[in-house]
């Protein structure tokens, strides 16, 4: 398939941001024979909290579908309710053994497949139904969803490998040289971690005023976070397709019931949205991690763009709570041996605490099994679209 015009892909995107019904159907060849195709729905959310459904189709060659829903202002959460021909895939009450998880987010929502091992197992070809959720109350205006499915290519080419386009924000570091060049060299290991090509496609610096509401970003509450929220937000003239946003913030805390403590990143979803520019669009990592040392900041970039490109965490730090993968170890809290209410690296080994998706920096070396590399390589985000 030949590169389709950058105008029908500035078409798509308008209509998420503005509401364009109708509008929207592309495809770009990403160069690995893979292709994007993408439609808008426009669902009204009533006052029972629950939209009409509404409707589309996925090819049967089709490798993943995303959907995002951008509400800006929406202060209830937002969650979607999917079915796949005519059998209910995912809803908000959704419990922790679904096939594919949900999160439910304020401002912009997004969900991915495949994200667990049934996800692998099944196509998302198929007819689909869309229903929006609103927890809190109406929504005043009809919410576009952007739904972008990636098809493979012919046969001969193989498994889907795209690259990844990365744009680095570098806040508040005051063009400081040596900490885009610890970026770049811990992006050059994180490709190596993740087995996939990464490019810089950007790099943009936020100093001064613009930087000083982001001297500390507090990430408790992930991706709902109000700091990462408008960290993700702020206009900063980047391409809204086609690229990941990458933040490198002086320092992430997050607040815990014994106090604050320093964290090393955070992604504004799992997966974040295919249309950056919106509340959750991005990941955050520290400076100081990446100045620590560089296999920290390695692991800790590796770690989030997992996150950004649809992975779960192995093990939740209550061990009460893991991933929908069967190649990957739990680590359950019986292995909680100082009754910590923790389950810390040390006493995970040889139950995922050599996974790169553990919830905590474990191994020296961490890896990914095969299902993990195949949910990365099958991410429409790993799709490049042309610059508008
Ligand atoms: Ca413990
Ligand atoms: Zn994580």
Redesign the pocket.
Known sequence: MQPRSSAVVAAALGALLAGCPGCGDDAVDPGDGSSVESQTLLLTVGASGLSDPVSFVVPPDALSLHLTARAPGATGKLAFELSQDGQLRVSYQTPATADDALLSVHDELAWGTPASTAGLARSPGGSWEVKLRHLGGALPAPVPVLAVWRRAGPPERGEPRGRLGVSLVLVGRDGDSAAEAAARRALDGAANLLDLPIDVAAVVHVDGAAAAPFATVDVSGGADAAGMRALFAQPLGLPALGTLPLFVVPRLTETTPTGGLDVFGSSGGIPIPVASGGAHGGVAVSAAALALDRRTGTIAIAHELGHALGLLHTSEPSGGAHDHLTSTPECTSAR?????????PE?CSGAGAENLMFWALGSAAPTLSAEQHAILNRSPLLVKWPAP
């Open positions: 909680d041996s100082d009754g910590s209410g923790t389950v810390l006493e």
